[in-house]
């Protein structure tokens, strides 16, 4: 928290946004502490509250309290810094008495150098004050922050000291829980398993962000060996895998931001994605970016601001956003049916890509490249944009050789190189499709799929590129020159290996 800078620079309005109020009040008064201000709070329960003397001044009312703030900010001394807790709540129907009021009382603290700091888990000002309070990102616990929540808990339990493995993985498995949510993790773990379990943590951290529906964390074992094709894509990741550890941080690397895969359906992008975590090391968090568009005014600011302090808080780790298109699609009309919001949203977004410090690493994959609006693809958003076309025969035997072995067959009992001939045109969701379909067939006689239940089962599907011909075309061609092959450089433009099998046909 900046907290800090900001009343040291005189900023006399101040607000901070966070469901953690006791963690930030904690902090708030620390840096009052640390800056020699007199701290004081009103709530509407409470009255105003001179924290450092515990005085209190009965006053529900929070015209009454500003008449007190007056009298206290008519004196510069001593520097005065005024916790207002839920005045959001007043707000909600617009009261000109109490908006004038806050107007004045920020002019009063701005000559004699006191601050007000607005705390609430939102913020939705009327425009008349809405520039005057500058927002402070109060972001989630870091570990040493969590580290004494848990030694709260491990005291109280009567725990003996942990180990400083299991302590250190125990933290690391909490990062991205607020405080409570820590709390409350840590309790239900001593209650299971009589001690603090990092398994019971991370099983418990995922069950949060689950219930908090905007971000989840994918348990994926996919590995880029299970990615047939893509030398190109599987590459570059390769080359990264280290950016993330310890020593690269030493070196001075600077860590990836993020990488976007677009292309035709089917064809392993979303696999990628998911092996990317595995290739990197990396915890794997996924975003439903239709859920960070809430229905509230406000709500999906919001939304965007907790998806971005919890992959911060769980960084490093890779934040996958599947059909990041979908999300977005709004904000080509900016101002258009949605008032803005995802324009907005998406501008926030975007400046976050920009300027993130920290290590999140962003898979964004697209099929329609036509609903992403054109700052999305500028150059320093992400370090390399890929594109993944059909595959061609020599990837397509790849592929059937990681479907035959994932369905739990013998790649050798398989022409894998005439199989990968035939299947012109079929993408590795299909050919997956296909090999399932041949083994429904081998399974009602009673015996092994063959090569040939495989031939049958695709005369009997029509693959997709067949039906999206124009689709497929107009996406190559916005792929050239703008987006690397995933296959590699050699296979850019139109597809010539199938046209010469077709040749050859
Ligand atoms: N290159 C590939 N190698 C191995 N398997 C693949 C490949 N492409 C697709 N598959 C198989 O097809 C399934 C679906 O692929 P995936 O979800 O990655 O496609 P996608 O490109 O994300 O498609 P969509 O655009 O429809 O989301 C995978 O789970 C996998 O079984
Ligand atoms: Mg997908």
Known sequence: ???????????????VITTEEARAETEIGTVCTALNRQLHAWSSTEGLVDLSEGRITQCADPLDAFQLLEELFAKREPQTVVLLRDLQLHMDQTDPMLIRRIKDILRIAKTSGHALILLGCRLNLPAEIDHEITRIEFGLPDASALSAVMDGIIASA???????????????????????E??????????????????????????????????????????????????????????????????????????PKGLLI????????????????SAFGLPLLRLDMGRVFGGIVG?????????????????????WIDEIEKGFSGSKSSGGSDGGTSSRVFGSFLSWMQEKEKPVFVVATANDVSQLPPEFLR????????????????????????????????????????????????????IDAVFVDALYDAFLENREPTDLDMVNAMTRMVPLANLMDGQIAALRNWAKGRARSAAGEKRTGPARNSRRIAGMN
């Open 299 to 319: 709500q999906s600011e919001a939304n965007l601001r907790a998806v971005i302090q919890t992959a911060e808080a769980i960084a490093p780790c890779v934040l």
């Open 1 to 15: 928290m900046n907290l800090i800078t900001y009343l040291q620079a005189g900023y006399p309005g101040l607000a």
């Open 379 to 430: 150059k320093g958003r992400f370090d390399e944009m890929f594109f993944v076309d059909l595959p061609d025969a020599a990837e397509r035997s790849q592929i059937w050789e990681i479907v035959i072995a994932r369905h739990g067959r013998l790649t050798t009992d398989f022409d894998t190189t005439a199989l990968g001939k035939s299947a012109e045109q079929f993408t590795g969701a299909e």
């Open 158 to 180: 009567g725990l003996p000291e942990l180990e400083p493995a299991v302590r250190e993985s125990a933290l690391a498995n909490s990062l991205g829980l607020t405080t409570t």
């Open 262 to 277: 677009v292309g035709i359906p089917g064809t392993g992008k979303s696999l990628t994605a998911k092996a990317t975590a």
């Open 182 to 255: 820590a709390e409350n993790v840590y309790a239900l773990s001593v209650v299971e398993a009589k001690a603090i379990d990092p398994a019971i943590i991370a099983r418990e951290k995922a069950n949060a962000l689950k219930r908090n529906g905007l971000v989840e964390i994918v348990q994926s074992n996919t590995r880029l060996e299970d990615v047939g094709g893509l030398e190109n894509l599987k590459q570059w990741l390769v080359r990264r895998a280290g950016a993330f550890g310890q020593a690269a941080k030493v070196y001075g690397l600077p860590a």
